[in-house]
């Protein structure tokens, strides 16, 4: 499978209660879910354990999104946008934005 969104990618919440939100890909899932930087925070009752040294209470935690409910952000247009890939003239395979053909992967 062809990885479209990758780890770095700034990307923008197309659904669901962080829709219109942008930040950084902070770590993407085999299975397609991704993680986003200050995005689907979910809070978390946590138990102390005094021998791992983990203090209790309400934590919050970034929890992971679908990877069809986030587009590479395109700074050119500020809008999402879809990604296709090429292969270039000397042999690279690359991803692209399909709005305006720009290369993402230097």
């Known amino acids: 499978m062809a990885a479209r969104i990758r780890q770095g990618d700034e990307v923008i919440v197309i659904a669901g209660k962080d829709k219109g939100r942008r930040g950084r890909v902070a770590r993407v899932f085999s299975d397609g879910r991704v993680v986003v930087e200050n995005i689907n925070i979910a809070r978390k009752h946590q138990k102390p354990n005094p021998n791992a040294g983990v203090a209790g209470g309400i934590i919050e ?44 992967d230097a």
Do not use: C, H, I, W
């Open 61 to 104: 935690k970034e929890m992971p999104l679908d990877g069809s409910n986030v587009m590479v952000f395109n700074p050119v247009t500020q809008r999402g946008d879809r990604v296709g890939f090429r292969t270039l003239a000397d042999g690279r395979k690359v991803r692209y934005l399909k709005s305006n053909d720009e290369v993402l």
